[in-house]
């Protein structure tokens, strides 16, 4: 059993900058990888970056250079710099778990971020 919530959207104005945090709570056991997602009315829930146990990162494009996923693994937390952001970043963005033994995914609620001038 596995729980996500996230925060730290809000709305910002072009070029700005924003931390996003996934908080787990529950007991992660064995190997995972965490995954930040992003979703708009027009598209479907995209992957934005992941970062697996052993540190090892990956970011679409679009957003290399410009977002960092990290985690505080004390505090079971997962976070998603966002810097230089642009109106296209606007979406719901959601925290995944994916659990490989389990071969199984856990969601958050989301959090809203909105570019705009």
């Known amino acids: 059993q596995v729980q996500l919530e996230e925060s730290g959207g809000g709305l910002v104005q072009p070029g700005g900058s924003l931390r996003l945090s996934c908080q787990a709570s529950g007991t992660i056991a064995g190997p995972y990888v965490m995954s930040w997602y992003r979703q708009t009315p027009d598209m479907q829930r995209g992957l934005v970056a992941s970062l697996d146990s052993d540190g090892k990162t990956h970011y679409r494009d679009f957003v290399k250079g410009r977002f960092t996923i990290s985690t505080d693994n004390a505090a079971m937390t997962t976070y998603l710099q966002m810097n230089s952001l642009e109106p296209q970043d606007t979406a719901i963005y959601y925290c995944?778990?994916?659990?490989?033994?389990?071969?199984?995914?856990?969601w958050g609620q989301g959090t809203q971020v909105t570019v705009s001038s």
């Open positions: 995944n778990l994916y659990h490989i033994r389990r071969s199984r995914n856990f």
